[in-house]
Protein backbone atom coordinates (compact mmCIF):
# COMPACT_ATOMS: atom_id res chain seq x y z
CA UNK A 1 0.00 0.00 0.00
CA UNK A 2 2.88 2.06 -0.40
CA UNK A 3 2.70 4.67 -2.72
CA UNK A 4 5.86 5.92 -4.32
CA UNK A 5 6.70 9.41 -5.35
CA UNK A 6 2.86 10.58 -5.82
CA UNK A 7 2.23 13.80 -6.48
CA UNK A 8 0.37 15.78 -4.98
CA UNK A 9 3.02 14.95 -1.93
CA UNK A 10 4.22 18.38 -1.36
CA UNK A 11 7.55 19.24 -0.90
CA UNK A 12 9.39 21.82 1.17
CA UNK A 13 12.51 23.79 -1.17
CA UNK A 14 13.44 25.95 1.94
CA UNK A 15 13.77 29.58 2.08
CA UNK A 16 15.04 31.76 -0.25
CA UNK A 17 15.64 35.30 0.05
CA UNK A 18 13.64 37.45 -2.27
CA UNK A 19 15.49 40.67 -2.53
CA UNK A 20 13.24 41.62 -5.50
CA UNK A 21 9.73 41.67 -3.58
CA UNK A 22 8.37 45.34 -1.81
CA UNK A 23 7.36 43.40 1.07
CA UNK A 24 8.75 40.34 3.52
CA UNK A 25 6.18 38.32 6.02
CA UNK A 26 8.44 35.42 7.53
CA UNK A 27 6.34 33.42 9.85
CA UNK A 28 8.14 30.40 12.38
CA UNK A 29 7.26 27.94 14.36
CA UNK A 30 9.78 26.02 16.90
CA UNK A 31 12.65 24.71 14.73
CA UNK A 32 12.23 27.35 11.93
CA UNK A 33 13.43 30.41 14.23
CA UNK A 34 16.79 29.47 12.68
CA UNK A 35 15.66 29.13 8.73
CA UNK A 36 13.90 32.53 9.67
CA UNK A 37 17.20 33.76 10.43
CA UNK A 38 19.11 33.12 7.86
CA UNK A 39 16.25 34.43 5.63
CA UNK A 40 16.76 37.61 7.83
CA UNK A 41 20.45 37.83 7.10
CA UNK A 42 19.99 37.61 3.14
CA UNK A 43 17.64 40.20 3.77
CA UNK A 44 18.97 42.60 5.97
CA UNK A 45 21.08 45.27 3.88
CA UNK A 46 19.28 45.15 0.78
CA UNK A 47 15.51 45.30 1.79
CA UNK A 48 14.12 48.49 3.83
CA UNK A 49 13.77 47.02 7.51
CA UNK A 50 9.93 48.41 7.75
CA UNK A 51 9.17 46.05 4.91
CA UNK A 52 10.03 43.28 6.95
CA UNK A 53 7.57 41.41 9.25
CA UNK A 54 8.65 38.60 11.65
CA UNK A 55 5.87 36.25 13.31
CA UNK A 56 6.90 33.43 15.49
CA UNK A 57 5.45 31.13 17.95
CA UNK A 58 7.27 28.24 19.75
CA UNK A 59 3.62 26.29 19.03
CA UNK A 60 3.89 22.34 20.29
CA UNK A 61 7.89 22.51 19.96
CA UNK A 62 10.96 23.97 21.63
CA UNK A 63 11.13 27.97 21.91
CA UNK A 64 14.04 29.13 20.03
CA UNK A 65 12.19 32.84 20.23
CA UNK A 66 15.77 34.33 21.65
CA UNK A 67 17.47 33.71 17.77
CA UNK A 68 14.96 36.11 16.61
CA UNK A 69 15.46 38.44 19.31
CA UNK A 70 18.55 39.50 18.61
CA UNK A 71 19.28 43.14 17.76
CA UNK A 72 20.47 43.34 13.94
CA UNK A 73 16.67 41.31 13.13
CA UNK A 74 13.24 43.91 13.25
CA UNK A 75 11.59 42.97 16.41
CA UNK A 76 9.50 39.84 15.78
CA UNK A 77 5.93 39.27 17.55
CA UNK A 78 6.30 36.36 19.40
CA UNK A 79 2.77 34.37 19.70
CA UNK A 80 1.91 31.30 22.27
CA UNK A 81 0.04 29.40 19.45
CA UNK A 82 -0.49 28.86 15.65
CA UNK A 83 -3.54 30.70 16.06
CA UNK A 84 -2.69 33.82 17.50
CA UNK A 85 0.56 34.18 14.61
CA UNK A 86 -2.60 33.53 12.03
CA UNK A 87 -4.42 36.58 13.49
CA UNK A 88 -1.38 38.23 13.66
CA UNK A 89 -1.07 37.40 9.64
CA UNK A 90 -4.13 38.28 9.04
CA UNK A 91 -3.45 41.87 10.01
CA UNK A 92 -0.19 42.27 8.09
CA UNK A 93 -1.64 40.50 4.78
CA UNK A 94 -4.88 42.59 5.23
CA UNK A 95 -2.74 46.20 4.31
CA UNK A 96 -0.03 44.13 2.46
CA UNK A 97 1.02 45.72 -1.21
CA UNK A 98 1.36 43.74 -4.28
CA UNK A 99 4.44 42.26 -4.59
CA UNK A 100 4.51 41.01 -1.07
CA UNK A 101 6.62 36.93 -0.29
CA UNK A 102 5.93 34.73 2.65
CA UNK A 103 8.67 32.57 4.16
CA UNK A 104 6.76 29.74 6.47
CA UNK A 105 9.11 27.55 8.28
CA UNK A 106 7.78 25.16 10.66
CA UNK A 107 6.20 21.38 10.69
CA UNK A 108 3.99 20.66 8.03
CA UNK A 109 0.88 20.95 9.82
CA UNK A 110 2.06 24.84 10.60
CA UNK A 111 2.61 25.06 7.14
CA UNK A 112 -0.68 24.51 6.00
CA UNK A 113 -2.34 26.15 8.27
CA UNK A 114 -0.59 29.43 7.72
CA UNK A 115 -1.17 28.84 3.47
CA UNK A 116 -4.33 27.74 3.93
CA UNK A 117 -5.18 31.40 6.16
CA UNK A 118 -2.91 33.26 3.38
CA UNK A 119 -4.62 31.98 0.61
CA UNK A 120 -8.22 33.45 1.74
CA UNK A 121 -7.01 36.97 1.80
CA UNK A 122 -5.55 36.25 -1.54
CA UNK A 123 -2.10 35.31 -1.11
CA UNK A 124 -0.70 33.40 -4.09
CA UNK A 125 1.11 29.63 -3.38
CA UNK A 126 3.56 30.45 -6.05
CA UNK A 127 4.23 34.00 -3.61
CA UNK A 128 4.87 31.58 -0.24
CA UNK A 129 8.08 29.78 0.16
CA UNK A 130 8.24 26.62 2.48
CA UNK A 131 10.64 25.04 4.57
CA UNK A 132 10.01 22.00 7.00
CA UNK A 133 11.53 21.75 10.09
CA UNK A 134 10.96 20.52 14.02
CA UNK A 135 8.14 18.09 14.83
CA UNK A 136 7.60 15.50 12.43
CA UNK A 137 3.82 14.57 12.22
CA UNK A 138 1.14 14.91 9.89
CA UNK A 139 -2.44 16.39 9.40
CA UNK A 140 -4.50 13.73 8.31
CA UNK A 141 -7.96 13.70 7.42
CA UNK A 142 -10.57 10.91 7.97
CA UNK A 143 -12.30 10.23 4.59
CA UNK A 144 -15.07 8.50 6.87
CA UNK A 145 -16.15 11.01 8.96
CA UNK A 146 -13.92 13.95 8.19
CA UNK A 147 -12.45 14.83 11.53
CA UNK A 148 -9.26 15.62 11.06
CA UNK A 149 -6.41 14.01 13.63
CA UNK A 150 -3.31 17.29 14.07
CA UNK A 151 -0.22 15.13 14.03
CA UNK A 152 -0.11 11.54 13.03
CA UNK A 153 3.13 10.12 13.28
CA UNK A 154 2.91 6.56 12.54
CA UNK A 155 1.34 4.76 9.23
CA UNK A 156 -2.31 3.59 10.62
CA UNK A 157 -3.72 5.00 13.67
CA UNK A 158 -7.32 5.13 15.17
CA UNK A 159 -9.58 8.35 14.39
CA UNK A 160 -10.39 10.42 17.17
CA UNK A 161 -13.73 11.07 15.25
CA UNK A 162 -15.22 7.90 14.13
CA UNK A 163 -12.63 5.23 15.92
CA UNK A 164 -11.92 3.47 12.67
CA UNK A 165 -8.22 2.05 12.18
CA UNK A 166 -6.82 4.38 9.18
CA UNK A 167 -3.93 3.61 6.84
CA UNK A 168 -2.28 7.36 6.12
CA UNK A 169 -2.01 7.66 2.34
CA UNK A 170 0.68 10.18 0.66
CA UNK A 171 -2.27 11.41 -1.57
CA UNK A 172 -2.09 15.17 -0.32
CA UNK A 173 -4.98 17.92 -0.37
CA UNK A 174 -3.11 22.01 -0.36
CA UNK A 175 -6.52 22.89 -0.43
CA UNK A 176 -7.03 21.33 3.27
CA UNK A 177 -3.61 21.30 4.00
CA UNK A 178 -3.70 17.50 5.16
CA UNK A 179 -3.50 13.82 3.88
CA UNK A 180 -6.13 11.03 3.11
CA UNK A 181 -6.67 8.02 6.12
CA UNK A 182 -8.36 5.14 4.62
CA UNK A 183 -10.27 2.56 6.69
CA UNK A 184 -7.19 -0.22 6.75
CA UNK A 185 -9.10 -3.09 7.85
CA UNK A 186 -12.59 -2.81 5.53
CA UNK A 187 -11.70 -5.83 3.52
CA UNK A 188 -11.03 -7.80 7.03
CA UNK A 189 -12.69 -6.44 9.89
CA UNK A 190 -9.67 -6.53 13.10
CA UNK A 191 -6.75 -7.38 11.00
CA UNK A 192 -5.17 -3.87 11.64
CA UNK A 193 -1.07 -4.65 10.62
CA UNK A 194 1.06 -2.85 13.42
CA UNK A 195 1.76 0.67 12.78
CA UNK A 196 5.28 1.39 11.45
CA UNK A 197 7.16 5.23 11.83
CA UNK A 198 5.76 7.20 8.82
CA UNK A 199 8.23 8.89 6.70
CA UNK A 200 8.29 12.29 6.97
CA UNK B 1 -22.98 15.76 -31.28
CA UNK B 2 -24.70 12.48 -31.95
CA UNK B 3 -27.76 12.29 -34.62
CA UNK B 4 -30.91 11.66 -34.13
CA UNK B 5 -31.38 9.01 -36.50
CA UNK B 6 -28.37 6.83 -34.87
CA UNK B 7 -29.46 7.07 -31.33
CA UNK B 8 -31.09 4.27 -29.73
CA UNK B 9 -34.32 5.32 -27.68
CA UNK B 10 -34.04 3.61 -24.67
CA UNK B 11 -37.02 1.58 -23.14
CA UNK B 12 -36.02 2.76 -19.56
CA UNK B 13 -36.85 0.27 -16.95
CA UNK B 14 -38.74 0.80 -13.61
CA UNK B 15 -36.35 1.37 -10.50
CA UNK B 16 -33.67 -1.18 -9.81
CA UNK B 17 -31.43 -1.02 -6.70
CA UNK B 18 -27.28 -0.48 -6.72
CA UNK B 19 -27.26 -1.54 -2.92
CA UNK B 20 -28.37 -3.99 -0.38
CA UNK B 21 -30.45 -6.10 -2.89
CA UNK B 22 -28.68 -5.60 -5.62
CA UNK B 23 -31.71 -5.93 -8.27
CA UNK B 24 -29.95 -4.42 -11.24
CA UNK B 25 -29.51 -6.15 -14.90
CA UNK B 26 -28.72 -5.61 -18.06
CA UNK B 27 -31.02 -6.78 -20.74
CA UNK B 28 -30.12 -8.62 -23.66
CA UNK B 29 -29.93 -5.43 -25.67
CA UNK B 30 -27.77 -3.15 -22.87
CA UNK B 31 -25.64 -6.30 -23.09
CA UNK B 32 -24.94 -6.36 -26.53
CA UNK B 33 -24.49 -2.29 -26.36
CA UNK B 34 -22.21 -2.14 -23.47
CA UNK B 35 -18.99 -0.03 -24.54
CA UNK B 36 -16.48 -3.21 -24.03
CA UNK B 37 -12.97 -1.66 -23.21
CA UNK B 38 -10.19 -4.10 -24.98
CA UNK B 39 -9.29 -3.59 -28.42
CA UNK B 40 -6.16 -5.98 -28.11
CA UNK B 41 -5.52 -9.38 -25.95
CA UNK B 42 -3.82 -6.67 -22.96
CA UNK B 43 -4.10 -3.78 -21.61
CA UNK B 44 -1.52 -1.13 -20.36
CA UNK B 45 -2.49 2.98 -19.75
CA UNK B 46 -2.34 4.86 -23.07
CA UNK B 47 -3.25 8.63 -24.28
CA UNK B 48 -6.32 7.08 -25.29
CA UNK B 49 -8.41 9.98 -26.50
CA UNK B 50 -10.83 10.24 -29.62
CA UNK B 51 -13.20 12.52 -30.85
CA UNK B 52 -16.54 12.27 -29.49
CA UNK B 53 -18.65 12.85 -32.63
CA UNK B 54 -21.07 10.23 -32.64
CA UNK B 55 -20.38 6.46 -33.21
CA UNK B 56 -22.59 3.25 -34.32
CA UNK B 57 -26.22 3.67 -34.39
CA UNK B 58 -27.57 2.39 -31.36
CA UNK B 59 -24.30 2.38 -29.33
CA UNK B 60 -23.31 4.77 -25.82
CA UNK B 61 -21.38 6.57 -28.10
CA UNK B 62 -23.67 7.81 -30.46
CA UNK B 63 -25.34 10.39 -28.69
CA UNK B 64 -23.49 12.99 -26.74
CA UNK B 65 -24.61 11.77 -23.02
CA UNK B 66 -25.86 7.95 -23.16
CA UNK B 67 -29.55 7.70 -21.61
CA UNK B 68 -29.78 3.83 -21.33
CA UNK B 69 -32.60 1.87 -19.60
CA UNK B 70 -31.30 2.10 -15.87
CA UNK B 71 -31.86 5.97 -16.44
CA UNK B 72 -34.67 6.14 -13.66
CA UNK B 73 -32.52 3.41 -11.15
CA UNK B 74 -29.41 5.58 -11.66
CA UNK B 75 -31.28 8.63 -10.88
CA UNK B 76 -32.59 7.44 -7.86
CA UNK B 77 -29.90 5.90 -6.86
CA UNK B 78 -27.89 9.45 -7.14
CA UNK B 79 -30.79 10.85 -4.82
CA UNK B 80 -30.48 8.44 -2.09
CA UNK B 81 -26.37 9.07 -1.90
CA UNK B 82 -27.01 13.02 -1.95
CA UNK B 83 -29.91 12.57 1.02
CA UNK B 84 -26.56 10.97 3.15
CA UNK B 85 -23.90 13.10 1.97
CA UNK B 86 -24.83 16.21 0.05
CA UNK B 87 -21.32 17.35 -0.18
CA UNK B 88 -20.74 15.11 -3.35
CA UNK B 89 -22.11 17.87 -5.25
CA UNK B 90 -19.87 21.02 -4.75
CA UNK B 91 -18.49 23.62 -6.77
CA UNK B 92 -16.37 26.07 -6.17
CA UNK B 93 -17.45 29.78 -6.11
CA UNK B 94 -16.10 31.08 -9.32
CA UNK B 95 -17.95 28.31 -11.46
CA UNK B 96 -20.97 29.70 -11.22
CA UNK B 97 -20.63 30.94 -14.95
CA UNK B 98 -19.62 27.02 -15.76
CA UNK B 99 -22.34 25.90 -13.74
CA UNK B 100 -24.99 27.43 -16.46
CA UNK B 101 -22.95 26.43 -19.45
CA UNK B 102 -22.93 22.70 -18.11
CA UNK B 103 -26.88 23.36 -17.85
CA UNK B 104 -26.90 24.77 -21.56
CA UNK B 105 -25.25 21.96 -22.67
CA UNK B 106 -26.98 18.71 -21.06
CA UNK B 107 -30.30 20.67 -21.97
CA UNK B 108 -29.61 21.12 -25.57
CA UNK B 109 -27.98 17.75 -26.05
CA UNK B 110 -30.42 15.75 -24.27
CA UNK B 111 -33.43 17.61 -26.28
CA UNK B 112 -31.94 16.90 -29.21
CA UNK B 113 -31.10 13.69 -29.26
CA UNK B 114 -34.23 12.15 -27.10
CA UNK B 115 -36.89 14.17 -28.18
CA UNK B 116 -39.53 11.97 -26.91
CA UNK B 117 -38.35 12.44 -23.61
CA UNK B 118 -36.58 15.84 -23.23
CA UNK B 119 -37.64 19.23 -24.56
CA UNK B 120 -36.59 22.79 -24.09
CA UNK B 121 -38.27 25.57 -25.18
CA UNK B 122 -36.33 29.30 -24.68
CA UNK B 123 -38.12 32.48 -25.07
CA UNK B 124 -35.61 34.61 -24.24
CA UNK B 125 -33.68 34.12 -20.63
CA UNK B 126 -37.43 32.57 -19.87
CA UNK B 127 -36.47 28.79 -20.29
CA UNK B 128 -38.66 25.63 -19.75
CA UNK B 129 -37.21 22.63 -19.23
CA UNK B 130 -39.09 19.16 -19.31
CA UNK B 131 -38.18 16.04 -18.28
CA UNK B 132 -41.17 13.19 -19.30
CA UNK B 133 -38.90 10.70 -17.67
CA UNK B 134 -39.27 12.28 -14.00
CA UNK B 135 -41.92 14.00 -14.76
CA UNK B 136 -40.68 17.21 -14.33
CA UNK B 137 -41.40 20.78 -15.72
CA UNK B 138 -39.80 24.16 -14.95
CA UNK B 139 -40.06 27.07 -16.33
CA UNK B 140 -36.35 29.36 -15.14
CA UNK B 141 -34.90 32.25 -15.80
CA UNK B 142 -31.53 31.44 -17.19
CA UNK B 143 -28.58 32.91 -15.30
CA UNK B 144 -30.63 33.57 -12.13
CA UNK B 145 -30.15 30.79 -9.81
CA UNK B 146 -32.99 31.43 -7.76
CA UNK B 147 -35.17 30.02 -10.31
CA UNK B 148 -34.45 26.70 -9.53
CA UNK B 149 -34.98 24.18 -6.99
CA UNK B 150 -30.54 23.68 -6.88
CA UNK B 151 -27.73 25.31 -8.32
CA UNK B 152 -27.61 24.94 -11.87
CA UNK B 153 -25.07 21.92 -12.01
CA UNK B 154 -27.06 20.40 -9.44
CA UNK B 155 -30.01 20.57 -10.63
CA UNK B 156 -29.19 19.63 -14.28
CA UNK B 157 -27.08 16.84 -13.12
CA UNK B 158 -29.26 15.24 -10.93
CA UNK B 159 -31.39 14.21 -14.04
CA UNK B 160 -28.86 12.88 -16.09
CA UNK B 161 -26.97 9.49 -15.94
CA UNK B 162 -23.48 9.96 -14.37
CA UNK B 163 -20.99 11.52 -12.43
CA UNK B 164 -19.69 15.27 -13.78
CA UNK B 165 -16.30 17.12 -12.73
CA UNK B 166 -15.73 21.19 -13.36
CA UNK B 167 -12.69 22.33 -14.54
CA UNK B 168 -11.34 25.85 -14.42
CA UNK B 169 -8.46 26.66 -16.46
CA UNK B 170 -6.04 28.77 -15.49
CA UNK B 171 -2.37 29.30 -15.98
CA UNK B 172 -2.29 26.26 -18.62
CA UNK B 173 -3.15 23.77 -15.58
CA UNK B 174 -6.89 22.17 -15.10
CA UNK B 175 -8.19 22.41 -12.18
CA UNK B 176 -11.12 20.51 -9.83
CA UNK B 177 -13.11 23.39 -8.94
CA UNK B 178 -16.29 21.16 -8.32
CA UNK B 179 -18.24 18.52 -8.90
CA UNK B 180 -21.78 15.72 -8.64
CA UNK B 181 -19.65 12.13 -7.90
CA UNK B 182 -22.12 9.72 -6.36
CA UNK B 183 -21.14 6.97 -8.81
CA UNK B 184 -16.74 7.30 -8.37
CA UNK B 185 -14.65 4.20 -8.82
CA UNK B 186 -12.68 5.34 -5.43
CA UNK B 187 -11.38 8.85 -5.36
CA UNK B 188 -13.06 11.89 -3.51
CA UNK B 189 -14.71 15.20 -4.48
CA UNK B 190 -14.12 16.79 -1.17
CA UNK B 191 -10.80 15.54 -0.91
CA UNK B 192 -9.63 16.25 -4.59
CA UNK B 193 -11.23 19.85 -4.67
CA UNK B 194 -8.56 22.42 -5.77
CA UNK B 195 -5.99 20.20 -7.07
CA UNK B 196 -4.72 20.45 -10.47
CA UNK B 197 -4.63 17.68 -13.32
CA UNK B 198 -1.14 16.25 -11.83
CA UNK B 199 -2.24 15.91 -7.99
CA UNK B 200 -5.47 14.25 -8.76
CA UNK B 201 -4.23 11.40 -10.73
CA UNK B 202 -1.21 11.71 -8.02
CA UNK B 203 -2.13 8.02 -6.76
CA UNK B 204 -2.03 6.41 -10.33
CA UNK B 205 0.63 4.17 -10.77
CA UNK B 206 2.91 3.93 -13.68
CA UNK B 207 1.27 6.60 -15.83
CA UNK B 208 2.89 9.82 -14.58
CA UNK B 209 6.10 8.07 -15.61
CA UNK B 210 5.44 7.10 -18.72
CA UNK B 211 4.58 10.64 -20.27
CA UNK B 212 0.57 9.45 -20.19
CA UNK B 213 -0.17 13.21 -18.09
CA UNK B 214 1.70 15.12 -19.63
CA UNK B 215 0.05 14.57 -22.93
CA UNK B 216 -3.02 13.89 -21.62
CA UNK B 217 -3.24 17.62 -20.16
CA UNK B 218 -1.36 18.74 -23.46
CA UNK B 219 -4.15 17.71 -25.25
CA UNK B 220 -6.95 19.13 -22.78
CA UNK B 221 -5.71 22.51 -22.58
CA UNK B 222 -6.18 22.98 -26.24
CA UNK B 223 -9.89 21.12 -26.22
CA UNK B 224 -12.23 23.71 -28.19
CA UNK B 225 -16.01 24.25 -28.09
CA UNK B 226 -18.03 22.03 -29.46
CA UNK B 227 -14.94 19.36 -30.32
CA UNK B 228 -15.68 17.55 -27.62
CA UNK B 229 -13.29 14.15 -26.93
CA UNK B 230 -13.65 10.98 -25.04
CA UNK B 231 -11.61 7.69 -24.02
CA UNK B 232 -12.67 4.75 -21.54
CA UNK B 233 -11.64 4.07 -18.05
CA UNK B 234 -12.71 0.53 -16.33
CA UNK B 235 -12.10 -1.58 -13.23
CA UNK B 236 -13.70 -4.00 -11.50
CA UNK B 237 -16.37 -4.00 -8.71
CA UNK B 238 -17.96 -6.31 -6.60
CA UNK B 239 -21.89 -6.10 -6.90
CA UNK B 240 -23.47 -3.44 -9.24
CA UNK B 241 -22.60 -0.97 -6.78
CA UNK B 242 -22.48 2.31 -7.92
CA UNK B 243 -21.45 3.95 -5.11
CA UNK B 244 -17.81 3.14 -4.30
CA UNK B 245 -16.52 6.38 -2.96
CA UNK B 246 -13.18 6.35 -0.35
CA UNK B 247 -16.12 7.79 1.98
CA UNK B 248 -17.97 4.59 2.15
CA UNK B 249 -15.08 2.15 1.52
CA UNK B 250 -15.43 0.63 5.21
CA UNK B 251 -18.76 -0.53 4.18
CA UNK B 252 -18.43 -1.79 0.85
CA UNK B 253 -14.64 -3.23 1.14
CA UNK B 254 -15.69 -6.15 2.78
CA UNK B 255 -17.37 -7.15 -0.29
CA UNK B 256 -13.96 -8.08 -2.14
CA UNK B 257 -13.50 -10.97 0.62
CA UNK B 258 -16.84 -12.58 -0.30
CA UNK B 259 -16.03 -13.37 -3.67
CA UNK B 260 -15.80 -17.09 -4.39
CA UNK B 261 -15.62 -19.73 -7.42
CA UNK B 262 -18.92 -20.48 -7.08
CA UNK B 263 -20.21 -16.89 -6.89
CA UNK B 264 -17.88 -14.85 -9.03
CA UNK B 265 -19.71 -15.21 -12.04
CA UNK B 266 -22.79 -12.84 -10.41
CA UNK B 267 -20.60 -10.97 -8.06
CA UNK B 268 -17.64 -9.57 -10.33
CA UNK B 269 -18.82 -7.35 -12.94
CA UNK B 270 -16.61 -5.26 -15.50
CA UNK B 271 -17.14 -1.15 -14.59
CA UNK B 272 -16.44 0.84 -17.39
CA UNK B 273 -16.34 4.45 -17.59
CA UNK B 274 -17.26 6.51 -20.78
CA UNK B 275 -15.49 9.70 -20.38
CA UNK B 276 -16.18 12.68 -22.46
CA UNK B 277 -15.00 16.44 -22.38
CA UNK B 278 -16.55 19.67 -23.24
CA UNK B 279 -15.18 23.10 -23.48
CA UNK B 280 -17.68 25.54 -21.82
CA UNK B 281 -18.45 28.46 -24.71
CA UNK B 282 -18.63 31.11 -22.11
CA UNK B 283 -16.80 30.23 -18.88
CA UNK B 284 -13.79 28.59 -21.19
CA UNK B 285 -14.33 25.94 -18.36
CA UNK B 286 -13.67 22.12 -18.92
CA UNK B 287 -16.22 19.48 -17.90
CA UNK B 288 -16.00 15.55 -17.77
CA UNK B 289 -18.36 13.69 -17.81
CA UNK B 290 -17.67 10.16 -16.56
CA UNK B 291 -20.95 7.49 -17.40
CA UNK B 292 -20.34 4.79 -15.82
CA UNK B 293 -21.58 1.45 -16.76
CA UNK B 294 -21.53 -2.22 -15.08
CA UNK B 295 -21.74 -5.47 -16.09
CA UNK B 296 -21.27 -8.94 -14.80
CA UNK B 297 -18.98 -11.49 -15.43
CA UNK B 298 -21.89 -14.01 -16.41
CA UNK B 299 -23.48 -11.31 -18.37
CA UNK B 300 -20.82 -10.68 -20.03
CA UNK B 301 -19.80 -14.39 -21.09
CA UNK B 302 -22.41 -14.42 -22.93
CA UNK B 303 -20.64 -12.61 -25.88
CA UNK B 304 -17.95 -15.18 -27.11
CA UNK B 305 -15.48 -12.83 -28.52
CA UNK B 306 -15.68 -10.20 -24.85
CA UNK B 307 -15.16 -13.33 -23.00
CA UNK B 308 -12.14 -14.78 -24.33
CA UNK B 309 -10.58 -11.18 -24.62
CA UNK B 310 -11.33 -10.22 -21.00
CA UNK B 311 -9.85 -13.61 -19.88
CA UNK B 312 -6.84 -12.33 -21.43
CA UNK B 313 -6.41 -9.27 -20.65
CA UNK B 314 -7.49 -9.77 -16.85
CA UNK B 315 -4.60 -12.76 -16.65
CA UNK B 316 -1.66 -10.61 -17.82
CA UNK B 317 -2.60 -7.32 -16.31
CA UNK B 318 0.45 -5.82 -14.29
CA UNK B 319 0.41 -6.96 -10.58
CA UNK B 320 0.51 -2.80 -9.81
CA UNK B 321 -2.35 -2.49 -12.23
CA UNK B 322 -4.83 -4.97 -10.60
CA UNK B 323 -3.52 -3.78 -7.02
CA UNK B 324 -4.68 -0.09 -7.82
CA UNK B 325 -8.18 -1.11 -9.35
CA UNK B 326 -8.71 -2.89 -6.84
CA UNK B 327 -9.03 -6.31 -7.38
CA UNK B 328 -5.71 -8.19 -7.09
CA UNK B 329 -7.44 -10.30 -4.52
CA UNK B 330 -10.14 -12.05 -6.16
CA UNK B 331 -7.93 -12.09 -9.68
CA UNK B 332 -7.62 -15.63 -9.99
CA UNK B 333 -11.04 -16.61 -9.12
CA UNK B 334 -11.73 -13.85 -11.86
CA UNK B 335 -9.34 -15.87 -14.49
CA UNK B 336 -10.40 -19.33 -13.81
CA UNK B 337 -14.05 -18.74 -14.37
CA UNK B 338 -13.21 -17.58 -18.07
CA UNK B 339 -10.91 -19.55 -18.86
CA UNK B 340 -13.13 -22.75 -19.79
CA UNK B 341 -14.98 -19.53 -22.46
CA UNK B 342 -11.40 -18.95 -24.14
CA UNK B 343 -10.42 -21.58 -26.34
CA UNK B 344 -7.38 -19.84 -27.59
CA UNK B 345 -8.54 -18.55 -31.06
CA UNK B 346 -7.51 -15.46 -32.51
CA UNK B 347 -10.12 -12.63 -32.37
CA UNK B 348 -10.95 -10.09 -34.54
CA UNK B 349 -9.74 -6.76 -33.77
CA UNK B 350 -11.46 -3.80 -32.02
CA UNK B 351 -13.79 -4.20 -28.86
CA UNK B 352 -17.32 -4.59 -30.93
CA UNK B 353 -18.79 -7.58 -29.74
CA UNK B 354 -17.83 -10.05 -33.20
C1 LIG C 1 -10.44 16.64 -16.60
C2 LIG C 1 -10.28 15.40 -16.95
C3 LIG C 1 -9.97 14.27 -16.01
C4 LIG C 1 -10.36 14.06 -14.73
C5 LIG C 1 -11.25 14.95 -13.86
C6 LIG C 1 -9.76 12.82 -14.28
C7 LIG C 1 -9.89 12.31 -13.01
C8 LIG C 1 -9.31 11.15 -12.57
C9 LIG C 1 -9.37 10.65 -11.22
C10 LIG C 1 -10.04 11.38 -10.07
C11 LIG C 1 -8.72 9.47 -11.16
C12 LIG C 1 -8.55 8.60 -9.92
C13 LIG C 1 -7.26 8.94 -9.20
C14 LIG C 1 -7.20 8.32 -7.80
O1 LIG C 1 -6.86 7.13 -7.68
O2 LIG C 1 -7.49 9.02 -6.81
C15 LIG C 1 -8.25 9.20 -12.50
C16 LIG C 1 -7.55 8.08 -12.89
C17 LIG C 1 -6.98 7.93 -14.13
N1 LIG C 1 -6.98 8.85 -15.16
FE1 LIG C 1 -7.97 10.59 -15.22
N2 LIG C 1 -9.04 12.29 -15.31
C18 LIG C 1 -9.15 13.14 -16.39
C19 LIG C 1 -8.59 12.98 -17.62
C20 LIG C 1 -7.80 11.93 -17.96
C21 LIG C 1 -7.25 11.75 -19.28
C22 LIG C 1 -7.47 12.67 -20.47
C23 LIG C 1 -6.52 10.63 -19.25
C24 LIG C 1 -5.80 10.11 -20.46
C25 LIG C 1 -4.90 9.25 -20.52
C26 LIG C 1 -6.62 10.08 -17.89
C27 LIG C 1 -6.05 8.92 -17.43
C28 LIG C 1 -6.29 8.33 -16.20
C29 LIG C 1 -5.81 7.00 -15.85
C30 LIG C 1 -4.99 6.07 -16.72
C31 LIG C 1 -6.25 6.75 -14.54
C32 LIG C 1 -6.08 5.45 -13.75
C33 LIG C 1 -7.36 4.67 -13.92
C34 LIG C 1 -7.36 3.23 -13.47
O3 LIG C 1 -6.36 2.50 -13.65
O4 LIG C 1 -8.41 2.77 -13.00
N3 LIG C 1 -7.40 10.90 -17.15
N4 LIG C 1 -8.60 10.24 -13.33
Known sequence: ????????????????????????????????????????????????????????????????????????????????????????????????????????AGSEPFIWAVIRAARELGMAEAAIQRER??????????????????????????????????????HFSRRWGVYQGVCVDAEAPGEVPEPEELEP | MGNEAS???????????????????????????????????SYMYSVNIEPHNGGPAGSPYAPAFDIDEHYLSEVEERRKVLAEDPSRCTVLEHMMPAQWDTLELLMESLSTDYPDYFVLTRDGDQWTWENRLLGIKDTFTFGDPDTLPYEPFEYITRQVQGDFTLHDQRDNMLYMDGGMLTCQADWSLQFDLGMNFYEWHGPVPRAHEMGVFERALKYLLNLRVGEPVRRLNWTMTVHPRMDTSPENYHKWGIDRATVTPENVGDYAHLRVELQSLYRLPRSNAVLFSIRCYLISLN???????????????????????????????????????????????????GAAPE
Open chain 1, 1 to 104: MSEPGIKSKPNYPGLEPDTSARQHLLIGEADGAGSLARTLDGLIGTANEDTITVLYTPGDGSDHSSTLTAARYPTPTISAQLEDVITAMQGVLRDARMGTRMYV
Open chain 2, 299 to 349: ELVTIPKWAKRMHRVIKTLPEDLADYKGFIGYRPMVVDYLAPFDDGAELTP
Open chain 2, 7 to 41: VAVPEVKPVETFRDDFTFANSPKAIRRFPFPFTED
Open chain 1, 133 to 170: CGLMGRSVICVHCKTTAWRVSTTIYQCPGCELHLFVRD
